[in-house]
């Protein structure tokens, strides 16, 4: 029971996919379900910042952004920014991981705790948003650049209104904490194991080359897994392998269901007419990268798809997956708040959705 409750969407997430097979029986497309780059990637990522947590990096980075942002609320918004700009770069759930633990040491060294499910929300909707545009920032962006061969002008142009309107909804929010004076409730007296943190930072920059392919997967799995093993063998250990098993159930869950020859036939004749608005529907409860890839198949409008699919990130806790990353992450460190987290999540992601579509629907005219 108490797995059940310390793992609730994983366990969610294999029901889900549970169900699922019984209309689509397991075969031999089944291995072709799961993105082992894309769980690579993850594993690695986890991998390496559990390791700069055993280093304390989190704690001495946070101290340094303490002293330069003096108030709750420009320290809020650095965090929420520098997210969004590492969506852009290195991808939104790569973004989430690597970022999250900085938030966590800065609003909880000095006695804000009461800021974090704010503080975490923001992250995730900049991770999920901030990544709209640029052809890399979102795993369903690479894929629908790929497919449709969007130039690069086209596809900045496509996202540029979205983007800045996220930007400027997020920022809003954030104007709306308290401008209290921030100071550590105890003073960082840690320095760097330079050493490691070298080491580290190589490992860390060997896991975006594996997002960028650069190197492949297997190879940096190798060498990053070989090198922790020898230096931090608990960071391998406590790696979040729930989180990597519930994208997996979820893998299967939005294959099958696009398989569902009624559900296929049913979208299709949806996205015909409304593709933007159908298209975030279908974030909702299949996720966005799995939309991107089933109504691909069903429209031309690559552009109100693209955008349907970026903003459809926001709203349920699985329209993106990588919500579920800030999820586990929240939990983890405020066990039993799961639910008081959850009516935040939704306040502000289906509040900002909501003028998202609002703004779109009146540009696209849907």
């Known amino acids: 029971m108490e797995l059940i409750k310390k793992n609730a969407v994983m366990c969610i997430a294999f029901a889900a996919a549970i169900i699922s097979a019984c209309f689509v029986p397991p075969d031999a497309q089944y291995m072709g379900y799961f993105d082992f780059k894309t769980l690579t990637c993850l594993f690695c990522t986890l991998a390496v910042v559990g390791?700069?947590?055993?280093?304390?990096?989190?704690?001495?980075?946070?101290?340094?952004?303490?002293?330069?942002?003096?108030?709750?609320?420009?320290?809020?918004i650095a965090l929420v920014y520098i997210t969004f700009i590492g969506s852009m770069l290195i991808a939104n759930d790569m973004a989430l991981i690597t970022f999250l633990p900085l938030g966590y040491y800065v609003i909880t060294s000095t006695g804000n705790r009461r800021y974090l499910a704010f503080t975490f929300i923001m992250q995730n909707i900049a991770a999920n948003l901030g990544g709209m545009l640029t052809p890399f920032g979102n795993p369903q962006n690479l894929y629908l650049y790929s497919y449709f061969h969007i130039p690069n002008g086209e596809f900045i142009r496509i996202m540029l209104l979205p983007f800045l309107v996220s930007v400027t909804l997020i920022t809003l929010c954030c104007m709306f904490v308290k401008n209290d004076p921030l100071t550590i409730e105890q003073e960082c007296t840690l320095s760097l194991d330079k050493k490691r943190t070298t080491i580290y930072t190589i490992l860390f920059a060997l896991s975006i080359a594996i997002v960028f392919n650069v190197v492949p997967y297997w190879v940096g799995l190798i060498l990053i897994?070989?090198?922790?093993?020898?230096?931090?063998?608990?960071?391998v250990c406590k790696v979040d392998y729930p989180l990597l098993l519930t994208f997996c159930a979820f893998f299967v869950f939005s294959e099958n269901v696009s398989r569902i020859p009624a559900i296929s036939t049913f979208l299709g004749n949806l996205i015909q007419h409304h593709t933007m608005l159908y298209g975030m529907l279908s974030c909702q409860v299949i996720s966005n990268v799995p939309s991107a890839i089933l109504l691909s198949h069903f429209t031309e409008n690559y552009d109100q798809l693209l955008v349907a699919v970026n903003i459809g990130g926001a709203g349920t806790l699985i329209a993106s997956l990588a919500s579920l990353i800030t999820?586990?992450?929240?939990?983890?460190?405020?066990?039993?708040?799961?639910?008081?987290?959850?009516?935040?999540?939704?306040?502000?992601?289906?509040?900002?959705?909501?003028?998202?579509?609002?703004?779109?629907?009146?540009v696209s005219g849907f």
């Not at 304390?56 to 002293?67: G, Q, T, V």
């Not at 897994?225 to 960071?235: I, K, Q």
């Open 51 to 76: 390791a700069f947590k055993n280093i304390h990096f989190f704690r001495i980075i946070s101290a340094k952004i303490i002293s330069i942002f003096t108030t709750t609320r420009s320290a809020i």
């Open 327 to 362: 999820f586990r992450e929240y939990v983890k460190n405020e066990p039993g708040k799961a639910g008081t987290y959850i009516k935040q999540f939704s306040l502000y992601n289906f509040g900002i959705l909501a003028i998202l579509v609002v703004v779109m629907g009146f």
């Open 225 to 235: 897994l070989g090198t922790l093993c020898l230096l931090d063998f608990p960071a």
